[in-house]
């Protein structure tokens, strides 16, 4: 489900395919496809915002698969937050990212939460499901609250997986990890939101890569 113009829009740039589209009375609707209107205060009844768009559309998903030629991925573990996956694939995108990869247990990323947080970005980034032991070709950069190096020492060329891990529990001791990187800070707090831990790590990897 797609809400707004704005993101409907993106969705038919991207080539998307819209099934379906529903826009509540006296509403301009200025993209090329079909609709209903609806009667009035019924958009209001089915849309999953207190206060919806007033265009609301049905778009296909479509399958999709990390680029063969892939060289810097986003892989969320378990990740069980809507707003923290979209605003996790929207900081992907700026950053440059190849695909993101959320692990088994995540968030649908058709969720529409997921969809409005992405700001348009999951109609353009390829967002997978696979486990974190099948990115066997890429070096897997764990992120932790407390053990590791300090995420701006190690070199981020060649095939890298940024990972991060659940809100509640983060990744696991034993994860499929082979080097271990964290976020200092100052204060009491334990750890950052994965969200935005998230884009503070995919803009220094895409620093350190546009000076190759």
């Not at 209107?37 to 007033?54: D, F, G, K, W, Y």
């Not at 503070?200 to 890569?209: D, H, M, N, P, T």
Request: charged share 20%; glycine share 8%.
């Amino acid at each position: 489900m797609v809400e707004g113009i704005g993101l409907l829009r993106q969705a038919l740039d991207a080539g998307w395919q819209v099934e379906s589209c529903f826009v509540a009375p006296d509403t301009v609707v200025d993209v090329d496809v079909p609709y209903e209107v609806l009667a009035p205060n019924v958009i209001e009844r089915v849309a999953s915002t207190e206060s919806p768009q007033p265009v609301l559309a049905v778009v296909a998903m479509r399958p999709m698969e990390l680029p063969g030629d892939a060289t810097f991925v986003l892989v969320a573990d378990r990740l069980a937050d809507p707003g923290n996956a979209g605003t996790i694939i929207r900081s992907a995108e700026a950053a440059g990212v190849n695909g993101v990869v959320l692990t088994p247990g995540s968030v649908d990323p058709y969720n529409p939460k997921v969809v409005r947080s992405s700001a348009g970005s999951i109609f353009r980034v390829p967002v997978v499901e696979a486990a974190l032991d099948s990115l066997s070709g890429f070096r897997r950069l764990g992120t932790s609250s407390h053990r590791g190096d300090v995420y701006t020492d190690p070199v981020y060329h060649g095939r890298v997986a940024v990972v991060v891990g659940n809100e509640a529990h983060g990744l696991a001791d034993d994860a499929a990890i082979d080097q271990w990187i964290t976020i200092p800070h100052a204060g009491p707090a334990e750890s950052l939101n994965v969200a935005m831990a998230a884009t503070v790590l995919v803009f220094e990897v895409a620093r350190q890569r546009s000076t190759v």
